[in-house]
């Protein structure tokens, strides 16, 4: 547990927004909280394991084919580690969808991953897991785990959506909206596969926007949880009971790493997602959203913590100990609050071919927030009351819009606009010559701001 302590301590920068207007970076204890139940005594040993022999080497980019994954991942769920594999449905394009199960025990388990093919945390995780529980046969874990569950897993689900980094499948359709149309072949695969195994907990595994905060702070959320409900009434049965106990033995794994960076999904109930109407056939079902840790940009360290959140998950049910743990102490989790935008430039001056200087400020977002890729410009203007994750001082430089590429010197694709790509410089001059920074739609890793961060 000493390690584990270091570990989480040294995760806290990291987790800390850098932001000029961050208030509250750090939780305070709520007076008013019912008590969490202890971390698993396994966590410690488990946390050095997986840095030693967990760990898949081939997936340190959250980017990557589907392909790639199964050839990574797919050898680890062979038959000698006692995995079966079979293909269930193909994707839009033809791609595979494959069930693997593993297990012998009476409780089945089903989780499912990259649904939306940009949602990749997950996956990596599982592809741990799949080693984890094939290379270490003797861990108590493991024994447990095959005794009395049967896991059932249907692993990057959107292929390609997966093979383009997009949310949506190939025929533009959000899978987690056709639950009840099942029009797409990919959410007939998961339905079918659902309806055969008849399983009595399910894990729903998605990415969240980096920019969410938990509740009304400035914390950005790493992990939110949600038991969905099964009807609009947002009733608790004994179904959804034990979901949420099963989300608090979750949150007693992740405390010691993101205490304060924990929030709730807004239970709103949803008639065509599938975490919604899963729990409306009687399955237990948990979502795992997985945001963001400030400098974590492959996400790695939160492909390890739903790692163990998993594990810890999947213990809790294979023994009980889920039973009877306080629900207040997922209820009185916050819920995902405001989104924040990702940079936001203050107090330039802005400087547009024919018209008089302004001082402005800019809020852009990215495609890629970690990263920093692909930015858009959202707004310009007075925007000091406007919250961004990373905000750069423009005081006293100009902001000189440049040529998009390939777009020559056409003067509309010069001008800075609203949902226009982020191409400008941060000069000492109006004209744009003394160029001290510049954004071309991706930050250069290099040099993050004018002043040298």
Avoid at 206 to 221: A, E, I, L, M, P
Avoid at 274 to 301: H, N, P
Avoid at 339 to 363: C, F, H, I, K, Q
Wanted: overall charge negative.
């Amino acid at each position: 547990m000493r390690r584990l302590l270091a570990l989480s301590l040294s995760l806290l920068p990291l987790l800390w927004p850098a932001v000029s207007d961050a208030r509250d970076t750090q939780a305070t204890p709520d007076p008013g909280a019912v008590a969490l139940p202890p971390a698993p005594a396994w966590l410690g040993t488990l946390d050095a394991l997986y840095d030693q022999r967990i760990r898949v080497a081939g997936l340190e980019d959250r980017r990557f084919a589907p392909e790639h994954w199964w050839s990574v991942a797919g050898p680890l769920a062979d038959e000698a580690g006692g995995f079966d594999t079979e293909v269930v449905g193909r994707s839009v394009e033809g791609r595979p969808l494959r069930h693997v199960s593993w297990g012998r025990g009476d409780t089945r388990v089903l989780l499912w991953s990259q649904m939306h093919g940009d949602e990749s945390t997950a996956s990596m995780s599982i592809a741990d897991l799949f080693r984890f529980l094939g290379e270490h046969p003797r861990h108590p874990l493991v024994q447990r785990l095959r005794q009395r569950t049967t896991l059932h897993f249907l692993p990057v689900m959107n292929p390609d959506g997966a093979a383009r980094f997009q949310r949506r499948n190939a025929q533009g359709i959000d899978i987690n909206r056709d639950a009840r149309a099942l029009a797409t072949p990919e959410g007939r695969a998961l339905h079918d596969l659902r309806e055969r195994i008849e399983p009595h907990f399910g894990f729903n595994l998605h990415d969240q926007d980096v920019g969410t905060r938990v509740g009304d702070t400035s914390r950005g959320t790493a992990i939110a949880l949600l038991a969905p409900p099964a009807n609009a009434a947002r009733e608790v049965d004994a179904s959804r009971a034990r979901a949420m106990e099963v989300s608090v033995a979750i949150r007693a794994v992740l405390e010691p790493y993101i205490a304060g960076y924990i929030a709730r999904w807004d239970d709103t109930f949803n008639p065509r997602a599938f975490g919604d109407l899963t729990a409306r056939a009687g399955v237990s079902t948990i979502l795992i959203e997985s945001g963001g840790i400030e400098g974590d940009l492959q996400k790695q360290q939160l492909r390890k913590l739903n790692f163990l959140a998993l594990v810890g998950a999947l213990d809790a049910i294979a023994t009980g100990a889920h039973a009877g743990l306080p629900r207040a102490a997922y209820e009185q989790l916050p819920e995902n609050g405001r989104d924040w935008a990702d940079l936001r430039v203050e107090g330039g001056t802005l400087v547009l071919p024919g018209t008089p200087p302004a001082r402005a400020d800019l809020l852009i977002g990215f495609d890629d927030p970690l990263l920093e890729r692909g930015g858009t410009i959202l707004d310009i203007g007075d925007l000091a009351d406007s919250h961004a994750r990373r905000t750069i001082d423009a005081a006293g430089l100009y902001i000189v819009p440049v040529a998009v590429q390939g777009a020559g010197a056409n003067a509309e694709y010069r001008k800075l606009a609203r949902h226009a790509p982020a191409h400008f410089h941060l000069s000492r001059d109006p004209q744009g010559r003394d160029i001290v920074w510049t954004l071309a739609g991706d930050v250069d890793p290099s040099k993050r701001s004018p002043r040298g961060e």
